[in-house]
């Protein structure tokens, strides 16, 4: 059974550029959040997606975008890349329903940007 | 979600107890204490959770004191795969509705095994 995958692992862009990264969850999640972690720093929240919408946002300017397809994958969208948006992005999954506990979250092992 | 504490860094003796400290002063009643590890270069990953009581899985056991305000992770051989960052979170253990997914991480503490 494979985990939450993300693609690219890697990738280097140029400052005012846009950004795609892609997330598949594990096998019978169905909700996605996108994450950001800084070097040295704890993950940060984004947005997380259900149901292909938006169900909740972290402390991120617009240029943060997103999409959730009906196959339950994701998209993270970054416009008008800063310096300071070089970072491990990281995708979770999870399944909703009943019993569904913040113990059941798993991680991807991520995307690294890097903006010169 | 309640602010954590934690020591930013720990060392430990292959085979030996590691004990991971955490104060969570501000912990509401609803809130369950999770910890997530990271090993490097993957996402985190769950260990255990718990609200009052001590709580053992096989991975490691969790000890909460009686008022709440703190917590000790306590990995009981550990070893140099559980070289890591380890993140003590304070939430709600059902997140209800539609806000799933949402962790509110701080810098962790960066566990050390040695050989």
């Known amino acids: 059974d494979a985990g939450v995958t993300q693609s690219p692992t890697h990738l280097i862009k140029t400052r005012g550029q846009q950004v795609t990264l892609r997330c598949s969850p594990k096998s019978g999640h169905d909700t996605v959040s996108w994450y950001q972690q800084a070097l040295g720093q704890g993950p940060q929240f984004i947005f997380q997606?259900?149901?292909?919408?938006?169900?909740q946002r972290g402390n991120f300017p617009d240029r943060f975008s997103g999409h959730q397809f009906p196959n339950y994958s994701s998209e993270l969208n970054v416009n008008a890349l800063l310096l300071g948006d070089s970072a491990l992005y990281l995708c979770a999954s999870a399944q909703t329903g009943s019993g569904w506990t913040n113990e059941k979250l798993f991680f991807g092992s991520g995307t690294q940007l890097s903006v010169l | 979600d309640a602010k954590t504490t934690q020591p930013p860094s720990m060392d430990c003796a292959e085979g030996r107890a590691a004990n991971l400290p955490c104060n969570h002063s501000?912990?509401?009643?609803?809130?369950?204490v999770y910890w997530y590890r990271q090993i490097h270069s993957q996402g985190p990953q769950y260990i255990i959770h718990g609200l009052k009581n001590n709580e053992t899985n096989e991975m490691a056991s969790l000890i909460i004191t009686e008022d709440r305000k703190s917590s000790t992770l306590i990995l009981p051989h550990a070893t140099l795969r559980d070289t890591a960052v380890y993140y003590c979170i304070g939430s709600p253990l059902n997140a209800g509705g539609t806000s799933y997914g949402k962790l509110t991480f701080g810098q962790g503490t960066i566990l050390t095994v040695h050989p």
């Open positions: 501000t912990i509401s009643g609803n809130e369950y």
């Open positions: 997606y259900y149901e292909e919408e938006e169900r």
